[in-house]
């Protein structure tokens, strides 16, 4: 049993660690463009734009095949990279953005150590501790948090990308309310009321003997 749950805690350490290594690289992509960006044009940082063709253009595009000579590939694009000038409005949307980043950083360094302090307490089969309820609670507020930004960023790119580009034979796509990370979060959100009832009964159980 032991054995097993050391299996499954080291190998969820791995796949936390997959997810953060991925952030980080997105992270430090959007620095790396936002480095880019021309101060004295007064243009904002580049963004991802995610488009989809348009009916009957799916693949009407085509580039020249390196490998067979003569030869075209058929492709459509999915995601182009923007920016255009700074407006006030986009000033003041970059500036609460930037807002709301820094306490959320600070929740998510919170969540982080309360999932690796859950991960240990798991290890030393201390189970019916009231504080992992909190931790899973945190952890939980935080991935739903994370959605709401997400999602938001994502309108706020797409609004942005409608009135700035037209590109012959794609539309911007929609914005994509992340339902995966939502539906981990809600799970989560509910094993933590049952382990609380799990705690609670425990302990009427403990008093009653």
Known sequence: MKTK???LCFLLLIAFAGCM???FLGGMEGASDASRGDIGNKLQPLFYVNVVPTEGNELNDSIPSVIEKGNFLKYHITSIKIEQENTPKDA???LVMG????????ITLGALYCFIRLILSIRKKDLFNPSN????RLISTTIIV???IKTLAQYINYDIATHSIQLSGYQVESVQIPWS???SALLLA???EIYAQAIKLKEEQDLTI
């Not at 309820?133 to 899973?136: A, H, I, K, Q, S």
């Open 133 to 136: 309820v909190f931790r899973v």
């Open 92 to 94: 003041f949307i970059q």
């Open 146 to 148: 994370a959605s709401i």
């Open 21 to 23: 290594y991925n952030a």
């Open 181 to 183: 990370m939502f539906l």
């Open 5 to 7: 749950l050391n299996i």
């Open 99 to 106: 807002i709301i980043a820094i306490p959320f950083s600070l």
């Open 190 to 192: 509910i094993f933590a």
